[in-house]
């Protein structure tokens, strides 16, 4: 697959990588077909014709729904193919011509190798050589078929066997939009949705707003695992070199913040805008995004603690009691001044942000909870700060200490300075009880959950050394520190760290800003 993946680098006259899977698929089967990679066999001699029945047989396949075959079975399967009423005639025609019988097109193919193999063995089975190729060569027949044709297999099986190759359809379909939407109603449709979206984009632009609609309400209803993956596939398969593109998407992702917006699918359409769209009027923007949503920047401050230059290692010794593997190697990292609140954000201080956030008297004081990634982004940008990298939050917890707690290494230790499993009763409370460590900061350990900027990674093997966010875009998860109320004391300790999906909005789940700060 590798060297596949070469000789398609090298044949584009970029030199680059395809971003849409479907022109990677294009030109890997192209490049399979039109050249041997079986030592012995020549180049197919109608390469054309050859793909055109492939993907024939490879419609066929697909409704069988396995991804082995006997060779009795794709006999079957290819006279099917041409039996079939909606194969076009010349290439029934052709492939008369050029196989006689018809099994001997088969014998060509599977002794080629590349797109059909055969096991090791006279009677294995025979398989194509990835199952996106078979997924990829349907959904090109399919297309011969029409649009309708290709829509009426969303029922057919379900997204379960037809989403990848309808997913391939969309980026090369008359009818993208139809077939996003009718992908999208059902239940298991985000996934394919996502993966359809970016190779469609350039058919979709002059739809742009009604398809960014389309993403952010789909994101909004899946926010157990909510993410920017569909939106922001959608965003740079437009290309945004074009001014009057660039303009068309601002103004639908400016035009997805109002009042009644909710604030996860708000926290999406900003983020694909900072992150694909910015401009040099980027501050007007983001002014702009927030009056939108009925809010003046920045209409609440916190309590803000400087957190000095310096150094430390990240990451838990081998030996430390309820030590997990993701908290290694330690490694050491230098961290840049900075400020990070005194203690998460509170019920009274997030509602001055979300007015629809309700909580009952006594819970003013107490963290703000159930709160996606995306919310404690948003809110963080509409006070112009963002939420702090991991290594900065482990950094600012220890202040200075190497212990299990920064108070200590004792179960006693934690119990004096935070709230977990063994002393909450079960429940939130108020920040700022419990002592604050050497930095100023309360309720580092415990209480509630608080969400980093990184993207999860199972270790911190390659992890960045200068306290900045470790953020790989094919992540879907972010990290989350500190342990909460309902967890044991290992959970809540300084190198600790659990994940969870950007759109989860679970009770453990809180925040804390944190802002950098630049010496005059």
């Known amino acids: 697959m590798l060297t596949l993946l070469a000789e398609v680098v090298e044949?584009?006259?970029?030199?680059?990588?395809?971003?849409?899977?479907?022109?990677?698929?294009?030109?890997?089967?192209?490049?399979?077909?039109?050249?041997?990679?079986?030592?012995?066999?020549?180049?197919?001699?109608?390469?054309?014709?050859?793909?055109?029945?492939?993907?024939?047989?490879?419609?066929?396949?697909?409704?069988d729904g396995r991804r082995q075959w006997t060779r009795p079975e794709l006999d079957d399967a290819l006279r099917t193919a041409l039996a079939d009423p909606g194969i076009d005639a010349e290439l029934s025609k052709d492939a008369a011509v050029a196989w006689r019988p018809a099994e001997n097109f088969l014998d060509r193919v599977v002794r080629r190798g590349g797109v059909l193999w055969k096991h090791h063995g006279r009677n294995e089975p025979i398989s194509f050589w990835h199952n996106t190729f078979r997924e990829f060569l349907a959904a090109e027949a399919l297309l011969r078929r029409g649009d309708d044709v290709a829509l009426a297999h969303i029922e057919e099986g379900g997204l379960a066997r037809w989403g990848q190759t309808l997913a391939f359809v969309c980026a090369r379909s008359e009818k993208p939009l139809e077939i996003l939407r009718r992908m999208a109603a059902l239940a298991d449709g985000r996934e394919y949705v996502a993966a359809a979206v970016g190779g469609a984009a350039?058919?979709?632009?002059?739809?742009?707003?009604?398809?960014?609609?389309?993403?952010?309400?789909?994101?909004?209803?899946?926010?157990?695992?909510?993410?920017?993956?569909?939106?922001s596939r959608f965003v740079r398969?437009?290309?945004?070199?074009?001014?009057?593109?660039?303009?068309?998407?601002?103004?639908?992702?400016?035009?997805?913040?109002?009042?009644?917006?909710?604030?996860?699918?708000?926290?999406?359409?900003?983020?694909?805008?900072?992150?694909?769209?910015?401009?040099?009027?980027?501050?007007?923007?983001?002014?702009?995004?927030?009056?939108?949503?009925?809010?003046?920047?920045?209409?609440?401050?916190?309590?803000?603690?400087?957190?000095?230059?310096?150094?430390?290692?990240?990451?838990?010794?081998?030996?430390?009691?309820?030590r997990d593997d993701d908290e290694g190697p330690q490694h050491p990292v230098t961290v840049r001044w900075f400020e990070l609140a005194a203690t998460p954000v509170t019920n009274e201080q997030y509602q001055a942000f979300d007015g629809d956030h309700e909580f009952d008297e006594e819970e003013g004081q107490r963290p703000v909870t159930r709160i996606s990634w995306w919310q404690a982004e948003l809110y963080c940008r509409w006070l112009g700060v963002r939420l702090p990298s991991e290594a900065e939050w482990e950094y600012a917890c220890r202040a200075g200490t190497t212990t299990r707690y920064w108070s200590g290494d004792a179960e006693a230790d934690l119990a004096?300075?935070?709230?977990?499993?063994?002393?909450?009763?079960?429940?939130?409370?108020?920040?700022?009880?419990?002592?604050?460590?050497?930095?100023?900061?309360?309720?580092?350990?415990?209480?509630?959950?608080?969400?980093?900027?990184?993207?999860?990674?199972?270790?911190?093997?390659?992890?960045?050394?200068?306290?900045?966010?470790?953020?790989?875009?094919?992540?879907?998860?972010?990290?989350?520190?500190?342990?909460?109320?309902?967890?044991?004391?290992?959970?809540?300790?300084?190198?600790?760290?659990?994940?969870?999906?950007?759109?989860?909005?679970?009770?453990?789940?809180?925040?804390?800003?944190?802002?950098?700060?630049?010496?005059?």
């Open 237 to 322: 398969g437009l290309g945004l070199d074009d001014d009057g593109t660039r303009r068309r998407v601002q103004e639908a992702l400016l035009r997805c913040a109002s009042a009644t917006t909710d604030m996860t699918t708000a926290g999406i359409a900003y983020a694909v805008l900072e992150n694909a769209v910015w401009t040099d009027d980027g501050e007007a923007l983001r002014q702009e995004f927030f009056e939108r949503l009925g809010l003046k920047l920045g209409e609440t401050d916190l309590d803000w603690r400087s957190i000095p230059e310096g150094s430390f290692e990240m990451g838990s010794p081998d030996a430390e009691e309820g």
């Open 416 to 520: 004096r300075v935070g709230w977990y499993a063994g002393n909450s009763d079960n429940r939130l409370h108020a920040v700022g009880q419990k002592p604050a460590n050497p930095f100023g900061l309360l309720d580092m350990h415990g209480n509630v959950c608080e969400w980093s900027e990184d993207t999860w990674h199972d270790s911190y093997d390659g992890a960045p050394t200068d306290g900045s966010a470790w953020v790989d875009q094919a992540s879907g998860v972010r990290v989350i520190r500190g342990g909460c109320y309902f967890l044991t004391a290992g959970g809540a300790r300084s190198a600790c760290r659990f994940w969870f999906f950007p759109g989860d909005r679970y009770r453990v789940l809180g925040f804390r800003p944190a802002r950098s700060v630049t010496a005059d």
């Open 11 to 63: 044949g584009r006259a970029d030199g680059g990588v395809p971003l849409d899977r479907s022109e990677l698929f294009d030109l890997a089967i192209d490049g399979i077909i039109r050249r041997s990679y079986a030592e012995t066999e020549a180049a197919v001699a109608l390469p054309e014709t050859t793909r055109r029945l492939l993907g024939e047989v490879a419609l066929v396949l697909q409704r």
């Open 202 to 231: 350039l058919r979709l632009v002059n739809d742009v707003e009604e398809t960014l609609g389309l993403l952010l309400d789909l994101e909004a209803q899946a926010d157990w695992s909510a993410n920017d993956d569909a939106v």
